[in-house]
């Protein structure tokens, strides 16, 4: 009897201290990563028609210079987190006639990646994300008049690999390669005249088409 009171409290103890050995398991600390890379447009804006051929995304954007902002928490292994980018880019083979043009990406998300080596010199990582974009695009006639659009719609996914090399306790920098796929559901424009008026409106995108964005570059991130 005497072992078994003797030994409540030591049970007790251990039942006390297993929680806190979980927790030391799985750290959270927080995370912010930056990323610039160059970003190539595959598929189509919008599809064929009866009225009109399909668009491609190449066509209105020959390639693009994200810069990625990625704002969370790493739990374990795992980062959790949101995303932002802006990808200021070269105008396609449609604005070839434009005195002045230009061409951006916005997109924004949530993200999940996974690395498999967070406790080694170099951590291969995995994730996957969704998120929402916005395609700007603006030209300038000889007139003096703009011309101006932006095509918006859901990221369905975004997967991606990357490496990290640690350098040091809070900094990792290493490569990735992205791929976005989405879908543009709606546009809106309008033209800019030489006195500053303006005319524009908005719609649907009737003949919807899949594309993506094909990313790769270089990951910095900072731990604390």
């Known amino acids: 009897m005497r072992i078994g009171l003797a030994g409540a409290p030591l049970l007790a103890l251990s039942l006390a201290a297993a929680p806190a050995s979980a927790e030391e398991q799985l750290p959270v600390r927080f995370e912010a990563g930056a990323r610039a890379g160059i970003a190539l447009p595959i598929g189509n804006a919008a599809g064929a028609s009866r009225n009109a051929p399909g668009t491609s995304l190449a066509d209105l954007v020959a390639w693009a210079v994200p810069l990625q902002l990625d704002i969370g928490a790493r739990i374990g292994p795992v980062f959790v987190g949101g995303r932002a980018s802006y990808a200021f880019g070269k105008t396609g083979t449609s604005f070839e006639g434009a005195s002045a043009r230009s061409a951006s990406d ?26 929402y974009e916005w395609l700007n695009l603006s030209v300038s006639a000889s007139n003096g008049s703009v011309v101006y659009a932006t095509l918006r719609g859901f990221e369905w996914v975004s997967v991606q690999l990357g490496i990290d090399f640690v350098l040091g306790r809070n900094f990792r920098l290493g490569p990735y390669l992205e791929s976005n796929v989405a879908q543009y559901d709606s546009a809106s424009g ?14 649907d995108v009737q003949s919807k088409a899949v594309h993506a964005w094909i990313d790769f570059g270089l990951r910095f991130a900072v731990l604390l």
Do not use: M
């Not at 993200?111 to 994300?129: C, N, Q, S, T």
């Not at 309008?190 to 719609?203: A, R």
């Open 106 to 131: 916005v997109r924004v998300g949530f993200e999940v990646l996974w690395h498999f080596g967070a406790d080694r010199k170099v951590d291969p990582w995995a994730g996957i994300g969704v998120g």
């Open 190 to 203: 309008g033209i800019i005249n030489v006195q500053g008026g303006e005319i524009g409106g908005s719609t």
